[in-house]
């Protein structure tokens, strides 16, 4: 593992900027906060204090983009965050999402009705202790209602200043066009990491229109991992794990990925963020680059 230095300070901005929509500077590497919530993303978390002290420890570290959804719990996420970090430092970023509803632990169902939409903008609002959301994702797209119905209603609320960007989760390069014609998406968050490369196509898109894309998902690295892997062997070279490597990995891809690792680990917050400070060799990065392809062929 890399060293821990009693200095944590700024860990993340190790791992560069990136500036949503042309104004909206986030350091690379942020915190995911969906795994805060109970089992099954379900209900309270086993243990509310750690909890708080994770977040308060992504924020300490130099984290600056916390991502977040109302579906998480439901709300249990959002609540965590406004107890744990309200009120918020200019720097810190919270996007959230809505469209997707919750029938019980792992149950979840697309949503995207505009009217529903509206109120959990507001609800999100509310439960943050926010006046504008800076990123508002639609967690997904309802095929029940047209996209520039769904989008347009996040425009609207945009225009009226509840939302200041505008961004998508699990959609296609042909999702993300469609979405563009009724308003602008700075950001897309997408399934994607070293051992799984279905949205490499949308992820190069992003990357010729500097549009963010926030891989979720990021560590599930697999036999990657396993002692004798790749993986593993580059890690030790540098004084490091795998899943630092991974984020490693991660943020060589592309300047406009921004890895979002989430856990339920005070430490382990540290270690991720510290990943923002490992420079891979090209080398190490086509060794990665090239374990990572035969593993996702093998899962095929």
């Known amino acids: 593992m890399t060293s821990q230095s009693t200095d944590t300070q700024n860990l993340a901005a190790a791992s560069g900027t ?4 042309g104004d909206l500077p986030v350091h690379r590497l942020g915190f995911g906060a969906m795994q805060l919530p109970g089992e099954g993303v379900w209900g309270p978390p086993a243990d509310r204090d750690t909890a708080l002290a994770v977040l308060r420890k992504a924020v300490e570290v130099g984290v600056t983009l916390i ?25 810190v970023v919270i996007a959230t999402k809505a469209g997707l509803t919750r029938q019980g632990p792992g149950v979840w169902t697309p949503l995207g009705q505009p009217a529903y939409l509206r109120q959990e903008v507001e609800m999100s609002l509310r439960r943050l202790g926010l006046e504008r959301i800076d990123l508002f994702q639609l967690h997904r797209i309802d095929p029940a209602y047209p996209v520039a119905d769904q989008v347009g209603e996040l425009k609207a609320l945009q225009d009226e200043g509840k939302i200041r960007h505008i961004g998508l989760s699990e959609v296609s390069v042909a999702d993300l066009k469609e979405a563009e014609q009724t308003a602008e998406i700075v950001s897309v968050q997408n399934l994607y990491n070293l051992a799984n490369r279905q949205s490499e196509e949308l992820l190069d898109h992003c990357t010729a229109h ?7 998902f ?7 991992s396993a002692d004798s892997g790749p993986l593993a062997e580059i890690a030790k070279g ?7 490597l991974a984020l490693a990995w991660l943020l060589e891809r592309s300047p406009v990925v921004l890895p979002i690792p989430g856990t339920k ?8 963020t510290a990943a923002a400070s490992i420079e891979l060799t090209e080398d190490e990065y086509d060794a990665l680059e090239q374990a990572g392809r035969k593993a996702e062929e093998e899962a095929a």
């Open 67 to 91: 991502d977040t959804a109302d579906s998480y719990g439901p709300y249990v996420s959002e609540e965590l965050i406004r107890e744990a970090l309200h009120p918020y430092a200019d720097d």
């Open 265 to 272: 680990s005070v430490d382990h917050v540290v270690d991720n």
């Open 218 to 224: 990021p560590l599930n690295t697999g036999k990657l």
């Open 18 to 21: 990136f500036t949503l929509g």
């Open 210 to 216: 500097g549009i963010g894309f926030i891989p979720w």
């Open 238 to 244: 540098h004084d490091a794990s795998a899943s630092q």
